[in-house]
């Protein structure tokens, strides 16, 4: 069974830094790529970004690019999302999610597995 558990979000104020962390286990991440998505409150869930499985190859979407960055760690099947000059508007439940063989990065329904999610929020 494949279980994802991200960790590293919190309070921060705006300017600020967070790293997340995904971390799975077993063979989770062999050959997935996998993303991280956010959802704030009284909205859908969206694309933040994406690695392909060797991570040679990262998207982002418009509202992050420039200020966070996906890693991975095939080796310790943990996958981070570096995240600076935080806005208020960054603020949400953040989840990572492993891809499936197939389907665009930027759709949730292109993900088969995902963690608990964690909370994100940036004071003004």
């Known amino acids: 069974q494949v279980q994802l558990v991200e960790s590293g979000g919190g309070l921060v104020q705006a300017g600020g830094s967070l790293r997340l962390s995904c971390a799975g286990s077993?063979?989770?991440?062999?050959?997935?790529?996998m993303g991280w998505f956010r959802q704030a409150p009284g909205k859908e869930r969206e694309f933040v970004s994406a690695?392909?499985?060797?991570?040679?190859?990262?998207l982002y979407a418009d509202s992050v690019k420039g200020r966070f960055t996906i890693s991975r760690d095939n080796a310790k099947n943990t996958v981070y999302l570096q995240m600076n000059s935080l806005k208020p508007e960054d603020t949400a439940v953040y989840y990572c999610?492993?891809?499936?063989?197939?389907?665009?990065?930027?759709?949730?329904?292109?993900?088969?597995?995902w963690g608990q999610g964690t909370q994100v929020t940036v004071s003004s």
């Open positions: 077993g063979r989770t991440f062999s050959g997935y790529s």
């Open positions: 999610a492993r891809r499936g063989n197939s389907g665009s990065h930027y759709l949730p329904s292109s993900y088969e597995y």
């Open positions: 690695i392909s499985w060797s991570g040679a190859s990262t």
